[in-house]
């Protein structure tokens, strides 16, 4: 599969990074957007081409082509890229100072796997979605 395109680049056992990924299966009904498991050869390599520590993920990667983004520019762009209501709360999080949002993800993500859980292996995506992930 091609890695061009807007890739979500996320945590496979982090039961809350998981529950981000269903909920935009669910609600990216142009089916635009893929996904690599960080913990994937694919999701390695994201990481790694754009500065991220593969062995240290703490950040959240959105990829389009050529063009990357981290933490809450990441999130920001999922959500405006869902349209309505999303986009409104991107445009909200957008409107947050970004040293400010940031340090709140930053929080969020060092302590994500004490406060949602971890699991011992990547979920496996339903069939009907595999092919979203790379």
Known sequence: MSTEGPIVVFDGV????NGWVRFLLRHDRR?????AAMQ???GRALLSAHGLDPDDPASFLLVDGDAA???????????????????????ALRLTPPRLRDAAYRHLARN??????????????PPSERARFL
Do not use: H, K, M, N
């Open 69 to 91: 983004s981290t933490d809450t520019q990441a999130i920001a762009g999922v959500l405006a890229a869902l349209g309505l209501p999303w986009s409104i709360a991107a445009f």
């Open 31 to 35: 089916r635009r957007f893929r996904f």
């Open 14 to 17: 982090c039961v809350l990074c």
């Open 112 to 125: 994500r796997y004490r406060w949602f859980g971890r699991r011992d292996a990547c979920v496996l995506p």
């Open 40 to 42: 994937s050869e694919t």
